[in-house]
């Protein structure tokens, strides 16, 4: 099994910057595209970014131009940098890992255990 651990969040006012990360251990070598989610309050979740093994990304459009995605195979480590943050990007941030190919940002699909996830709050 893959275990995601993330962290990072916290209150931040709007324009401002956060940077999540999300450490991976377990069954490694299983993991192909990697992708954070978001859920806010009363909403389903959302798939807002997605990176494949060699480092190809996509976005919502939602966050396309202000959310970064990358990643730190050496680290098994996945990151998500926030910047001009809004209020409507108040969420729980969670990643995932599709398990069975290096999917795409469409058909990307979350095969790993859900972490707690990263509470992201934008408010002045």
């Known amino acids: 099994q893959v275990q995601l651990v993330e962290s990072g969040g916290g209150l931040v006012q709007p324009g401002g910057s956060l940077r999540l990360s999300c450490a991976a251990s377990?069954?490694?070598?299983?993991?192909?595209?990697m992708g954070w989610y978001r859920q806010a309050p009363g909403k389903q979740r959302e798939l807002v970014a997605t990176?494949?093994?060699?480092?190809?990304?996509d976005y919502a459009d939602s966050v396309k131009g202000r959310f970064t995605i990358s990643r730190d195979n050496a680290k098994n480590t996945m990151y998500l940098q926030m910047n001009s943050l809004k209020p409507e990007d108040t969420a729980v941030y969670y990643c995932?890992?599709?398990?069975?190919?290096?999917?795409?940002?469409?058909?990307?699909?979350?095969?790993?255990?859900w972490g707690q996830g990263t509470q992201v709050t934008v408010s002045s």
């Open positions: 995932n890992a599709d398990l069975r190919y290096d999917a795409p940002f469409e058909k990307f699909r979350p095969y790993a255990s």
């Open positions: 377990g069954r490694i070598f299983s993991i192909n595209a």
């Open positions: 990176i494949t093994s060699g480092g190809s990304t």
